[in-house]
DNA sequence: ACTAAGTCGTGAAACCGTTCACGATGTGAA
DNA sequence: TTCACATCGTGAACGGTTTCACGACTTAGT
């Protein structure tokens, strides 16, 4: 069993994505150094990732890009490709589902769901939106153990309950709060305000720098 | 000039949200292992970041929660109110509009930018779309320095290009791709689809675990 | 065949953020 | 007043991640 860490996992799905269009555009191989200045880290870095996966290369020719390619799908793709559900088809989610439909080959969002009646039966960017009742025998049925998470905070501990029971084991969470789960469900809280604070934070101090500096 | 690192400011961030809604319940104080347990963090890991802001408590009272607030939103707040600027309205920037309009009192987005003529003079979630040759008058007659990228991958290097040259210093990119910008500027991208393979990856990985082992 | 140049793989060091451990401090009960 | 107790503040230890540094390797050119 590979033990990746999060962080190394992370810049393995950028290498691909650097790695799928080098391939698009006919490049054979690929230095180090070359997918490190293009995701600005350095060249050790990459390697370190690339022998976490076992990947060699070779002096003066780099890594084979297909090969490459090959490896790290290997790692991170399940095999049919991932298939996902979203819950909570609000703005968030409506965008999300346009963004994912048909973009990724091995990423896909199956099936979307939402507690609003007005909403059930219809169809959304391809998908037909279903009540939360079907959560559990489409979540079956599917395959699916990843899910993205686009409802209110008020509701998403209760939701992220009814996921887990349906078997979700992976949740990416938008919403705005700390979620109880228990220790082998994996969950990542994606916080866009907390973001654009950090960022409107930091911004600030380099302009404080500029103006009490030099 | 305080020095805190970017995840620290992220937590001051969330521990004002906890704090806001521990005021609004009327709690007078609070002790570093409550914020702890509601952010799933440890004791010790809040009053270092307290310790950073300078902030005290005291021993048998814990924090004085409308204290402590202000104290962080001294550190995090500018004077007047963060003006932010989205660039980009797409599905995903129309999202972020409906999300931030009035929802935090020091964090407003001031104005929507994109390249979409059909789009001009349109008013969607109580903004104007603007042109993006107004973004420099606009930018410096709001006093605004920070932005939000949510325009499409191909586009989104010219478009930094252009925020900066408006005298942006501090950009969140939903784009997924790395932006080569200049020293002084800060930029953080959130890249959703990464997120939700590393997610989808260590679901797969724990579902291994429950297999292989016991 | 040999040398020069450049990259790879990786042990060890450095770095940063988190956690431990404990003295200091303030509070309530006896 | 004094003691027992829970929490605070923080130096030191720890752990994970990144970077350094260098030997091994491959290839191109002479
Ligand atoms: N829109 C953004 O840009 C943005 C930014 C930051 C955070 N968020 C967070 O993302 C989440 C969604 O935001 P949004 O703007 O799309 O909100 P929204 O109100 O537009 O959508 C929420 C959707 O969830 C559905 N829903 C509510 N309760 C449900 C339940 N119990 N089960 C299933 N579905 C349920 C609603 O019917 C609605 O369709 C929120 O938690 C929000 O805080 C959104
Ligand atoms: N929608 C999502 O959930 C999602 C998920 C992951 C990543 N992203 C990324 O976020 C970005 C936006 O996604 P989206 O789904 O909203 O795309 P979109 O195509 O719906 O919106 C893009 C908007 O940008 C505008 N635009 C294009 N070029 C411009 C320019 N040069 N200057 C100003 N505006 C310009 C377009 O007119 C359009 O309104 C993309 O980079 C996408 O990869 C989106």
Redesign the pocket.
Known sequence: MLSA????VA?LSLYRRILTDCAARGVRS??????AQTLQ???????????VV??????????DVEALLGSISTVLDRAGGEQVALVGVGNLGRAILSYFQGRYANLNVAAAFDQDPALHGRLIHGLTIQPMTKLSEVVAANGIYTAILTVPASEAQRVVEELIRAGIRGILNFAPLTLRVPEHIYIRTVDIAMKLETVAFFARQDAAREVYEA
């Open positions: 860490s999060a962080k190394t810049r690929i230095y180090s150094h070359e997918l880290i350095t060249a050790t870095q990459v390697r370190r990732d690339l022998m076992g990947f060699s290369g070779s002096p003066n020719k780099g890594y």
